[in-house]
């Protein structure tokens, strides 16, 4: 994830102005979605380290190969 995508408010994510926009209705049912979705977070934080991982490990290659290389 690049870094300007990492740590959005709520009202980002719902591409709202700060402050005014997080009482648009828009804004507050993402808000109520997010908080009362039966989910668990377990296989969610799971997936997302997994991926985090994988994207490790590919610029470890990526490296390796530069040095490699020189």
Same mark, same amino acid.
């Given at each position: 994830?690049?870094?300007?995508?990492?740590?959005?408010?709520?009202?980002?994510?719902? @591409?709202a &102005? #700060?402050?005014?926009?997080?009482?648009?209705?828009?804004?507050? =049912?993402l808000?109520?979605? +997010?908080?009362?979705?039966p989910w @668990?977070? &377990? #296989?969610?934080?799971?997936?997302?380290?997994?991926?985090?991982? =994988?994207?490790?490990?590919? +610029?470890?290659?990526?490296?390796?190969?530069?040095?490699?290389?020189?």
């Amino acid at each position: 994830m690049a870094p300007r995508e990492r740590n959005k408010t709520l009202t980002a994510l719902a @591409e709202a &102005e #700060p402050v005014i926009g997080a009482t648009h209705r828009e804004v507050q =049912r993402l808000q109520w979605f +997010l908080s009362e979705s039966p989910w @668990e977070h &377990e #296989p969610i934080n799971d997936q997302r380290r997994a991926a985090g991982d =994988r994207h490790v490990a590919a +610029l470890r290659n990526l490296f390796i190969l530069f040095t490699a290389d020189r």
